[in-house]
Structure formats: C-alpha cells, structure tokens
C-alpha cells in the first residue's frame, strides 16, 4: 500500500500570501489530521476530518482552515500568512481517526519571508 | 485545554546506556500512544497503550502507563546508536493530543 503523501514538499511565500498544503492518505483511511511542527512548539494539532466533517479542532485562529474531499484527500489553507507560520506541516491518516494509529506523511516544510 | 508535557527536553547518552522519557498529562487519558521521529523524517508510531497500569515491551523498549492513565514513559535499555531521535506520547481524550517531545542523542 502507497503511504501517506503531501504536495508540495517545500515551499517559500512571502508574509501576507495564502497558501494550499495537499495530503493523500492512504487508501481506505477516512481520516486525516493535520499538525504544525516547529522546534519550540513540538506537534501541535490544527484539525481532524473524518468523510469531508471536520470532526475536531485545535486551537488555531481562523485563517488556517481545511477540507476534505469524497476521495478522502484533505487541504489545508494558511490565509495571510505570518512569519510564526514557518514550520512544517504534517498530516497524518488513519482507518476511523484518533485512537486509531497514525500514519504521517513527509510534511510540508513551509518558509515565510 | 489539555496538555501533554514530556521530560526531559534533550537527552544525551553513551551507547550502551538506559533512556527513559516522561510523559505528564493535565487530565486523564483513554489511552496513550508512543511515536519516533527520526532526524530529517516523519512520526512513526511505536505502540498504543490503553488500561491503568499497563506494561508492554518492544525488544529493548519498555512502555508504562500510569495507574491513573494521566502519565507514561519509555524506557530504552542498552541504547543504539539506531535509537537516535525525537520520542513523542501522544494522549487522547476527544483528540489526539501529542507531547512536546524528547530529542535522544546517542554517542558511539
């Protein structure tokens, strides 16, 4: 089975630009979380989707937002970004959601200037 | 809102030494999972953790969870070289809510 992928795998945007972060989880898992890392802050969880509702949510203010589609691919949108908002992110997978292991993928690593 | 703390921080050790990491949640946990990080990769998860007490073991790697599921450890014996990383728990309640992690460093 093809793991956990996400699109792009670096990328560079400038403060106040929007951005798109794409995961593909793997096949027959309807849930996907997404996680900011950033060496100070550790893991932190921004939102769970679980068959396009998103089912949980961290504690992020609103211009980080997500979705996710039929197929079980999952967004992730960062709106007027911030220079804090370099970090990589990270989405994770799983059957049913939390408890359930998580699988993650290779994250994107993200460079505001 | 909930927290998962871990220490310590950074751990540096001789090849051949014992490893432990704490984990401490602010409220108590269903169950508790265990995660490795390797430098430059991904979490990958190690082992799920679910009753009071409970006791499981990976080769070198012993797992805890407290009698009042509210912390856990890891407990490396004989370190490698290989054990080389970033160890986090991660406790759930209504999500999934991971600690802030102990870098290991593993001198040959």
């Not at chain 1, 794409?22 to 802050?41: A, E, L």
């Amino acid at each position: 089975k093809a793991g956990v992928t996400q699109t792009p795998r670096y990328l560079i945007k400038t403060r106040g630009q929007q951005v798109t972060l794409s995961c593909s989880p793997i096949s027959g898992h309807r849930s996907v979380s997404w996680y900011q890392q950033t060496p100070g802050q550790g893991l932190q969880f921004l939102f769970e989707y679980f068959s396009e509702t998103q089912r949980n949510k961290g504690n992020f203010p609103g211009r980080f937002s997500g979705r996710q589609f039929s197929n079980s691919r999952s967004e992730m949108n960062v709106s007027t970004l911030e220079l804090g908002d370099s970090a990589l992110y990270l989405c994770a997978s799983s059957l049913r959601g939390p408890p359930d292991t998580q699988y993650f993928g290779p994250g994107t690593r993200l460079t505001v200037l | 809102g909930q927290q998962v703390m871990q220490i310590p921080q950074y751990q540096h050790v001789q090849e051949g030494e014992d490893f432990t990491t704490y984990c401490n949640s602010s409220t108590t946990l269903s169950n508790i999972q265990w995660y490795k990080q390797r430098p430059g990769g991904h979490p990958v998860f190690l082992i799920q953790l679910v009753k009071s007490g409970e006791v499981k073991k990976q080769k070198r790697l012993t797992f805890q969870f407290g009698e009042a599921k509210k912390n856990s450890s890891l407990h490396i014996t004989a370190t490698q070289t290989t054990d080389v990383g970033t160890y986090f728990c991660a406790g759930h309640t209504d999500k999934l809510i991971f600690g802030t992690g102990t870098r290991l460093q593993v001198f040959p």
